[in-house]
């Protein structure tokens, strides 16, 4: 049941359309193994699946724009391009944390160069190799448990660090570019990820019948689109780290919707996931930064030795953690640049979507 009016006239083929592409896309991210969930390629993916959903709901609401302009529909519009602001700090949060991962990868390089593909492996090699390595624990302990390691670093999407941050939303015909600047990135030491989370999915429930049949239905696609601006931003900060990355965010979606079941089977294990003893306290779910995690205390007791040449046993186990921290390095190499691409993709097609969504109502109730 793809929705729960059955009289939505000339609009029902293409908000079902709409709703049955989203599950299926959501389906595909959801038939991916426990290794693959939260890996670098699977975020990619993710947020292709959220460019092709807004580029649908985009073109649904240029089809219907005289519908959009009117009430209760141009409300329903505007408080989407509203959440969709609180999304916009979300991924400027993200870029910050891919910023700090790509940090400790250059750490994770000089471990590997210590120590991979090494002959005889002596003191001055483990010297080197234990530094980096303590470096490492600390950087990924302080990002943890400091927000203040993430309020100190101002980074944005090319925006203007010295504007203050915030949006006026009864100024809608204002540029892109002037748009952009006026949301210029500048974290304070209480920002929350957690809370901004809170606040894109603050209010968000399906249309009532009223709603429904004032709008021929496309009430219903304003809620699908926030559902999923939700838990895009939401899995992001789950996997990457960032200031009070609290995963409290609540899913109330109705299962009668054919896209609904797998995004709570994706939260779900998600969940799961961050619950798990070896992830409890990680400083994110990314698959990578596990693999990390995994490696890095072992290699710290082995290259801790004072004793030389070690043991062949000590010297196989420590060539098998090497190459397993070659593994999260390479998929770092590869993986991280194509992602912050990816984020910063969807930063900017927010700013145009909003601007773009937000301009024909300012038009029309200026009209009026």
């Not at 949006?167 to 920002?191: C, E, I, P, Y």
């Not at 930064?289 to 070690?310: D, G, W, Y």
């Not at 010297?315 to 194509?338: C, H, I, M, S, T």
Request: hydrophobic content about 40%; aromatic content about 8%; overall charge neutral.
């Amino acid at each position: 049941m793809e929705s729960p009016n059955n009289g939505l006239g000339s609009n029902e083929v293409e908000l079902e359309s709409f709703q049955r592409q989203i599950a299926d896309r959501f389906q595909e991210l959801a038939s991916v193994s426990s290794d693959e969930l939260l890996s670098l390629p699977w975020l990619r993916k993710l947020l292709d699946v959220f460019l092709l959903c807004e580029d649908e709901f985009r073109a649904i609401l240029v089809n219907n724009k005289a519908q959009v302009m009117k009430p209760p529909l141009d409300r329903l519009v505007a408080d989407f391009y509203e959440r969709s602001v609180k999304a916009l700090d979300v991924c400027n949060a993200i870029r910050d944390g891919i910023d700090q991962i790509g940090q400790w990868q250059k750490l994770i390089e000089i471990v590997i160069c210590a120590l991979r593909n090494k002959r005889n492996l002596g003191e001055g090699q483990f010297r080197r190799a234990k530094k980096a390595l303590g470096e490492l624990a600390f950087a990924m302990l302080e990002d943890k448990d400091s927000p203040h390691a993430f309020a100190a670093r101002n980074r944005s999407f090319g925006r203007n660090n010295n504007s203050s941050s915030g949006s006026n939303s009864k100024d809608q015909n204002r540029t892109l570019g002037h748009f952009s600047r006026s949301l210029s990135w500048n974290v304070s030491r209480n920002w929350s990820a957690a809370k901004h989370l809170q606040a894109i999915g603050s209010n968000l429930v399906a249309p009532r019948a009223n709603e429904l049949v004032a709008t021929n239905g496309l009430a219903m696609l304003t809620y699908t689109m926030g559902s999923v601006l939700l838990f895009v931003m939401w899995a992001l900060v789950a996997a990457i780290p960032c200031q009070d990355r609290g995963l409290q965010a609540q899913f109330y979606l109705p299962r009668q919707f054919s896209w609904a079941a797998t995004i709570l089977s994706l939260h779900d294990k998600i969940m799961e996931e961050s619950k798990r003893k070896d992830r409890k306290n990680s400083c994110g779910l990314l698959m990578e930064i596990h693999l990390v995690e995994k490696c890095t205390q072992p290699l710290s007791e082995l290259t801790a030795t004072e004793q030389f040449p070690v043991s062949d046993d000590k010297e196989r186990e420590l060539r098998q953690r090497v190459e397993e921290l070659g593994q999260a390095y390479d998929a770092f190499k590869d993986g991280l640049e194509p992602l912050e691409k990816k984020t910063r993709e969807v930063f900017h097609r927010i700013i145009h979507s909003r601007t773009e969504g937000l301009d024909p109502l300012g038009k029309g109730h200026n009209a009026d």
